[in-house]
Structures are given as C-alpha cells and as structure tokens.
C-alpha cells in the first residue's frame, strides 16, 4: 500500500476514535513522522498502533491504558533503533541550488546556441552572456528555492496536525529579496563585462555541471 493510501486510511480510523484517545494518538503520529523511521515503515506502524487502540477502545480501555502514560513511549524504541538519514549540510544544500541553477542555464544556452547556430550559422544572443547574469542566476536560484521551501513548510496534509505555522514574515523577506535583484538587474547587466561564449563551450559546462550533481552533489 501507498504511504498517501495508508495515511487515507489513517484518517478513517482516526475518526472512530474518542476525543481522549485520537487527541493522545496524533501526539504519537506526531513524534513518529518527526522521528527517523521511513516514512512507508512508519504509516505502517501507525495503523497497525490505531488499529490497537481501536480494539481497546472497543473494550472501553484508553489510550494511556493501552501504550501507556506517555505518547511517544509506545514508538521510543522503534524510533531510536531506525537507520539515521544522512543529512545535508548547509554548504552543500547552498552550494548545490546555484550549481544546479547554473547548469540549467548553461545548458539552455548550449541547446539554443546551437539550434540558431545549425539554422542561421550564428549563434546570436546565446554567443555571449553576462557576468551579471551568471551572479544573478546563482544568486537568484537560492531565493527562489527559499521561497518555495517556505511556501511548502506552509502546507500539511489533510490527514495531519500541522506541527507549526507558516512564517508569512520570512517568506515577505525572501520575496522583497527577489523584488530587489530583478530591479537591480535592469541597471547593472550594462556595468558588468559580457563574454563572449561559444554553445559548444556552454554544452561543455553544462555536461561538466550536470557530472558534478551526480558525483559530488547526489553521489550514494
């Protein structure tokens, strides 16, 4: 079963469920999905856990009665013995956004480079780029993703508690950034130098570009 199904599901279950219980099992659906598990282990484990409750509720037992006191005591162990994910750090994560961002635009000058190079025998605005342009991209590229992240961390899933509310002040922060740049970009692209750039160059860095996510970036 799919996690989207199993958590579906879950949703049903979770309305069979008493006030007192379905309050004390999303502290414990919480703690589990916040934890390390994987994700399909962890829906698992979260219907098998109210289809216990279920039963005993049936049996006019509560949830303290069935997995005791504390809501994430009956998940502790489980929690605590899973595989940890191997997280990105920072640099990387920042590192990683302007380089992907890059690579998409260097291969967007190599395909319509060589396009209008193939049809016109010229390769016109895509000969040449600007430094403006390369700081503006990479910069550019992190914003963006901010505020997508953001956007993202805003949204919870029907079935779910949402553990914390959406930052509409960070996010005004990222926009106005983004505002800024594309403003500052119609006076400054003339104060940088243009070079001139060759699609099979482009072709070269993006494939260059491209080695580098998977090796360095996405490697196993």
Same mark, same amino acid.
């Given at each position: 079963?799919?996690? /989207?199904?199993?958590? /579906? ?19 414990? !659906?919480?703690? !589990?999905?916040?934890? +390390?598990?994987?994700?399909?282990? $962890?829906?698992? #484990? =979260?219907?098998?856990?109210?289809? !216990? =409750?279920?039963?005993?509720?049936? /049996? ?19 929690? &605590? ?21 890059? $690579?998409? !635009? ?10 209008? #190079?193939?049809?016109? *025998?010229?390769?016109?605005?895509? &000969?040449?780029?600007? @430094?403006?342009?390369? #700081? ?13 992240? +953001?956007?993202?961390? %805003? ?12 930052? @509409? ?26 070079? %001139? #750039?060759?699609?099979?160059? %482009? ?6 570009? &491209?080695? *580098? ?8």
């Amino acid at each position: 079963m799919k996690v /989207k199904a199993m958590i /579906k599901q879950n949703n049903v279950l979770r309305e069979q469920m008493t006030p007192f219980n379905r309050s004390y099992y999303e502290d414990m !659906l919480l703690g !589990l999905r916040a934890s +390390k598990v994987d994700p399909v282990r $962890t829906e698992e #484990l =979260l219907l098998e856990a109210a289809a !216990l =409750l279920l039963e005993g509720q049936g /049996k006019g037992k509560n949830a303290k009665e069935i997995f005791g006191e504390h809501p994430g005591d009956y998940f502790k162990e489980i929690a &605590g013995s899973a595989p940890a994910h191997r997280e990105r750090s920072k640099l990387n994560y920042y590192l990683m956004i302007p380089w992907a961002a890059l $690579t998409g !635009l260097f291969s967007v000058y190599a395909v319509a480079g060589l396009l209008l #190079l193939w049809s016109t *025998g010229e390769a016109g605005m895509f &000969g040449q780029i600007s @430094i403006f342009t390369i #700081l503006a991209v990479g910069a550019g590229s992190i914003v963006l993703i901010e505020i997508i992240m +953001k956007w993202l961390s %805003s949204l919870s899933e029907d079935d779910a508690p949402k553990p914390k509310p959406f930052n @509409i002040k960070g996010l005004g922060i990222y926009v106005g950034i983004a505002i800024i740049v594309v403003f500052l970009g119609i006076f400054l692209d003339n104060l940088f130098p243009v070079i %001139s #750039l060759s699609p099979w160059v %482009s072709l070269v860095v993006a494939v260059a570009g &491209g080695l *580098g996510l998977k090796f360095i970036f996405f490697k196993s």
